[in-house]
């Protein structure tokens, strides 16, 4: 994998979540004046979270309980606000490409470690297969090729092979076929390919 490709990839993944939380911003602004008791909400939300937070710290459950029963009823009018407004039970969010990493590429699996997302590695593989030249598929594969390009004149002297090139190409090719077919077995050794850059 190309570390060149990589960080592209991730400045993309800044841009995208950039434009979703500013979305979110706009999104927001608009609604507030609109419906200015959101606003209150969400700033209250935000409040009993910080006090959430040192509650626990404290080991004060009785005002945690206290707390969490304040949130939820907050949650419920915000949701009840939103639904009068005929909008989304999730407009308050950013809609972010994948929801599952944030659009960040990354996450934290269940040992607390760094992974890369799915949608990340999908993007690797694309771009790495779209730079391979190998997105004609359809046009070139084993059923169109040709085999009579090749000569069927042998020629040792310039070709250094006792046969054709023509019979030389179909024994390639039947070889790759037996590679392909077989391509699970781990005893199958890998296929080498030289030659001069360029060549075809």
């Not at 710290?57 to 606000?81: G, H, I, M, P």
């Not at 990340?120 to 070139?140: C, G, V, Y």
Request: with cysteine; proline share 2%; glycine share 2%.
């Amino acid at each position: 994998m190309s570390n060149e490709i990589l960080n592209s990839l991730l400045k993309e993944y800044e841009q995208k979540k950039l434009r979703a939380e500013l979305d979110l911003e706009k999104r927001k602004e608009e609604l507030y004046q609109s419906i200015p008791q959101l606003q209150k909400i969400e700033d209250e939300l935000n409040q009993f979270a910080i006090l959430t937070t040192k509650n626990i710290l404290l080991y004060n459950n009785s005002s945690l309980e206290d707390l969490n029963q304040k949130v939820e009823n907050l949650k419920r009018e915000k949701a009840n606000l939103l639904q009068k407004a005929k909008l989304p039970c999730n407009y308050l969010v950013p809609n972010y490409e994948c929801s599952i990493c944030k659009d960040t590429g990354y996450l934290s699996n269940n040992h607390y470690k760094t992974e890369m997302c799915n949608c990340l590695k999908q993007k690797l593989l694309d771009t790495s297969f779209h730079k391979s030249n190998m997105t004609n598929l359809e046009k070139e594969n084993f059923n169109t090729f040709n085999e009579n390009l090749f000569s069927d004149e042998i020629d040792l002297a310039k070709y250094h092979f006792n046969i054709s090139p023509r019979k030389n190409i179909t024994n390639i090719k039947q070889k790759c076929l037996e590679f392909v077919e077989d391509f699970d077995n781990p005893n199958r050794k890998n296929l080498l390919f030289t030659g001069n850059t360029g060549l075809r």
